[in-house]
Each structure stands twice: as structure tokens, then as C-alpha cells.
């Protein structure tokens, strides 16, 4: 397998969107650090918590179109999806607000949809989870890891 030269830009972006995706993967157990227990309710179908200033979420709750452009170079939407800035597609709520409109990345979220189909709040009550190869945990490995571990904590405390 031979790589493929990136520029700086290109690297330093990259590297800043992974590096903060690590950091924020830590939230779940962040909030479930000391006695409290994990509540799959209060937690994403993936098990992850999203931050207050996602530029998506901010960018669609203050129909900010800088932030959402903001928030899909970050994400790398059109690479990912082929899919150039389109305002109507680049909007989030969270993915628990199930009456609110979908954005291209719900829209795509097989986790999301797949919770969604066993009716459960969130992937750490999924028998399967372990075994699970979805996209997100395929491109996330280590956030996998810290959800399975967050699932193995859940069950010790039900």
C-alpha cells in the first residue's frame, strides 16, 4: 500500500479534526466518571454526547450559514458524501430530536439508524456492539473502544 503525499493545509486540518474528535470522544465518560450512572437516554445512539458549541448544531439552531460551511469542511462532508455546501442538507439538531428535519450526516448515520430499528436509546445496550462493524466504528476505532468499555460499566451497574 503506497501513501499518497498530503499538503500542510490538508495535514494540519486532519490532524485538528481527529485530535478533537479524540478529545471530545472522552465526553461520555467524562459525565460518568464518579457515582453517577450511565443513562443511555441522556446519551446519542453511539454513546457519544455532543458539545454545546458543535458549529453544526450552533450553526442550524442560529441559521448561521458561516458555521455551517464552517462545520462541513471540518466534517468533510463533500468528500465523504460527494456532496457539495448545500444549506439545506447542512443542518443538525442532534440525532435524539427525531421530529426535527435530518442533514446529510443523520441522514447517513447507520448507527443512528440502526438503534433506531432495535428500538434502543443507545449502542451500550446492544448485545451486538462488540462485534459491530458500522462505519463509524470503522473510522473510529478508539471511540469504539471507550463505548464498548462505557457498555461493559452500564451493565455492571443494571
Not at 495535514?11 to 460518568?32: W, Y
Not at 453544526?56 to 458555521?67: A, I, S
Not at 462493524?133 to 473510522?139: A, E, V
Request: proline share 5%; glycine share 6%.
Amino acid at each position: 500500500m503506497t501513501s499518497r503525499p498530503i499538503d500542510r493545509r490538508t495535514f494540519i486540518s486532519t490532524g485538528a479534526t481527529m485530535c478533537g474528535l479524540c478529545i471530545c470522544a472522552q465526553f461520555p465518560f467524562a459525565a460518568h466518571a464518579g457515582d453517577e450512572p450511565i443513562d443511555p437516554k441522556k446519551l446519542n445512539f453511539c454513546g457519544y454526547t455532543c458539545p454545546k458549541d458543535c458549529k453544526f448544531l450552533k450553526g442550524t439552531l442560529d441559521n448561521n450559514v458561516e458555521l455551517k460551511q464552517e462545520a462541513w469542511k471540518l466534517w468533510h462532508i463533500e468528500e465523504r458524501f460527494g456532496l457539495e455546501f448545500d444549506e439545506e442538507q447542512a443542518i443538525c439538531y442532534g440525532c435524539n430530536e427525531l421530529d426535527k428535519p435530518e442533514g446529510i450526516v443523520l441522514k447517513n448515520c447507520t448507527v443512528r439508524d440502526c438503534a433506531r430499528e432495535k428500538e434502543l436509546d443507545c449502542c451500550i445496550e446492544c448485545d451486538e456492539l462488540p462485534a459491530c462493524d458500522k462505519d463509524l466504528w470503522r473510522r473510529f476505532p478508539k471511540f469504539k473502544e471507550q463505548v464498548v468499555e462505557m457498555q461493559t460499566l452500564y451493565r455492571q451497574q443494571t
